[in-house]
């Protein structure tokens, strides 16, 4: 896999900078996108970010809505008009807005929680509550698989 994988704890600097971690960085180089794409998660008090993975699966979600439909505006006003593309500078770092903060609560600390075709951003608390209900779901969805069924 050459996806964001694994999850990186790291500290704003005092101009309110963060140090993407290296092997995040790694994947955005492949990926060959300049800058860090993030936008609110729709779902979480997180930030969702990432590269051309990231707007590749948008835009195939999008594909599938009629264009100039009032579904299709607000999905695009979601993923791209609220979005915000962040400058990385030469030693990995990123100034996170005001608005992204405040989303993800974030204010001295980050998680960087990789997702394979994207990573979240998150503030260190949020993200240990979401972390166990993750493993607490994922653990019961998992239970209930086909697989396991068939060796009952």
Sequence with gaps: MHGFVSHYTNRL???????IPAAFRAVLTRDGFDGLYCFPSLSQSAVDAGGNGLLNEIQSRLDGIQPLSPEHDLVSTALFGISEILKVDGEGRVTLSDTIKAHAGITDQVVFAG????????EPGRFAEHRAEAMRRALGML???P?????A
């Design 13 to 19: 600097d005092s101009k309110g900078r963060v140090s």
């Design 115 to 122: 997702l394979g075709y994207k990573f979240q951003i998150w």
């Design 143 to 145: 239970s209930d698989t």
């Design 147 to 151: 697989a396991r069924e068939g060796r």
